[in-house]
């Protein structure tokens, strides 16, 4: 503080010079500075539009995306619903020959479904649910993405592995393109009906899932 005193007492004379020199000379200043803020605003505004636009898509898009997802669970849950009353009539109707059939004499039946295997059958449909969840919310879109990207390199086939890795092949191997995140390896016979909708040709070849489109589509 000392220091900007004794600053300001050497340049006393200084400092008076330029307060009379700024107010001779801001009438002449004051157009030019509103100038320069009329072009941040132009400038500004219309970035925000776009901005405040690309929200109203985006929270648009999820709400889309969550009605979809909704209505695959409301499927999912009565395809199970109607799967298991289909298998609790089959059980009964089993128990119900194998009474007559312990009546008659005869052995007793070994084709009634166990637990284990009414269950296994559930956690497959759900997670067959789950796969086309996927490809429907964000799958479909990220796999054209990728196709798009190839096509401007002439290339019309890549793999995807069960981990959601996509690669393609070379003269010296295999190069990565790209991952699909939460890629359903386990359920790529749901994914290759839905693609094969899409005229791509997908085909499961060991733990990979090729898609072929356009030149090297073949039905």
């Not at 020199?21 to 100038?35: E, Q, R, T």
């Not at 981990?163 to 295999?174: A, F, P, S």
């Not at 359920?187 to 839905?194: I, N, Y």
């Amino acid at each position: 503080m000392e220091d900007a005193k004794q600053w300001m007492i050497k340049n006393k004379e200084m400092l008076i010079l330029a307060g009379v020199v700024g107010m001779i000379l801001s009438p002449f200043l004051w157009p030019f500075f509103l100038a320069i803020t009329v072009q941040t605003l132009g400038f500004l505004i219309p970035i925000l539009i776009v901005r405040t636009i690309t929200k109203k898509a985006q929270k648009k898009k999820q709400k889309e995306k969550k009605r979809i997802y909704e209505e695959l669970y409301k499927e999912s849950v009565n395809c199970n619903s109607r799967r298991n009353v289909s298998d609790q009539s089959k059980t009964d109707g089993q128990k119900v020959q194998e009474t007559k059939s312990v009546s008659k004499g005869n052995k007793q039946s070994s084709a009634e479904p166990s637990k284990d295997t009414v269950k296994k059958g559930q956690e497959m449909s759900a997670s067959s649910c789950a796969a086309l969840m996927w490809y429907q919310l964000e799958g479909r879109e990220r796999l054209f993405r990728l196709m798009k990207r190839m096509e401007k390199e002439d290339r019309w086939s890549f793999s995807i592995s069960r981990e959601g890795i996509c690669t393609v092949c070379e003269e010296k191997g295999y190069r990565r393109i790209g991952a699909l995140k939460s890629f359903p390896g386990r359920e790529m016979k749901v994914l290759e009906k839905e693609l094969r909708k899409e005229r791509i040709r997908a085909v499961k070849r060991g733990k990979f899932l090729w898609l072929f489109w356009g030149k090297e589509y073949r039905q």
